[in-house]
């Protein structure tokens, strides 16, 4: 059963999860983005991508300043937020919808919460072994919604993957309890495409209703599935020519429950869920 959950920033925009399928739009402002790096760090480009993406129809715009491609190495706080602040400051003035900060380094989450932004997106579920609490003290303070998404270091698996992710947002939960997280603020990702090999991806996506609920609560989901090597590993695709691809895990993943899909091409993908959603809530 689906959960509606209606939040109202302080610069007066709003957001509702659960009514329809909300489709976050990718604005990496990187030089090394595994599908669009360079693309997008002029600010003239960046802020013209972020109002085309919200006039096909993107509810959230994901800005990141950093590459999480397979094998990349972590730079740091102060430098990452260098890059970000530019962007980051002229999108949330521009932008009609909602933006979401796409980091797991606290400082540069309390930049971007200082900055206005409106979301959190945390690829590393308030767990980021470097950094142990940080994160959440960060969430806990602004008192916005935070994306925490399933991530380990390695892509084995002792047992059931499943029963792993489900204890690893048993743990995230539990940080963010203890650090005072409204739970009305988590929203789980299963992290497609991190610490997962690619046959383990289309398990998850198969089974992404069981994770829908964790101890009995049941949370949003946002499916982050967009130009990964995992379509490309399936369908011996380039990065270039993963569109549709990315269209049919997000229409198999909203049918399993997910909330809100994250992808790059914003228009053909809002249309293939508006299709998907109309399908459900038909009589």
């Keep these: 059963m689906k959960i509606i959950r209606h939040y109202r920033f302080r610069d007066g925009k709003e957001l509702t999860v659960g009514e329809r399928t909300l489709v976050m739009g990718i604005l990496n402002v990187t030089p090394d983005s595994f599908s669009d790096g360079g693309k997008w760090n002029r600010l003239d480009a960046a802020l013209r991508h972020a109002e085309e ?27 990452e937020i260098e890059r970000l602040m530019p962007f980051l400051t002229r999108v949330i003035a521009a932008s009609p919808v909602p933006v979401s900060v796409d980091t797991f380094k606290a400082k540069t989450a309390r930049a971007a919460v200082e900055a206005g932004c409106h979301i959190l997106n945390d690829i590393w579920g308030l767990q980021y072994e470097e950094e142990p609490g940080s994160m959440a003290k960060v969430a806990a303070e602004a008192n916005l919604p935070v994306v925490v998404m399933h991530n380990q270091n390695g892509k084995e698996y002792a047992g059931d993957i499943i029963a792993s992710m489900q204890a690893f947002f048993r743990r995230t939960i539990a940080i963010a309890d203890a650090a005072g997280i409204a739970r009305e603020n988590l ?17 998850v996506l198969r089974r992404q209703e069981e994770l829908l609920e964790v101890a009995g609560v049941r949370y949003p989901l946002l499916l982050g599935t967009s130009r990964k090597s995992f379509i490309g590993a399936a369908l011996g695709l380039p990065v270039g020519e993963r569109m549709e691809a990315t269209g049919a895990s997000c229409v198999v993943g909203i049918l399993k429950g997910a909330d809100i899909v994250r992808v790059h091409d914003v228009r053909p993908i809002v249309r293939m869920c508006r299709m998907t959603d109309a399908i459900l809530a038909a009589d």
């Design 53 to 79: 993406m919200a006039a096909d129809g993107a509810d959230i715009i994901d800005i990141g300043a950093e590459s999480s491609r397979p094998g990349f190495k972590v730079m740091p706080a102060e430098e």
């Design 187 to 203: 929203i789980l990702d299963p992290g497609i495409g991190f610490g997962k090999t690619a046959e383990a991806n289309l398990t």
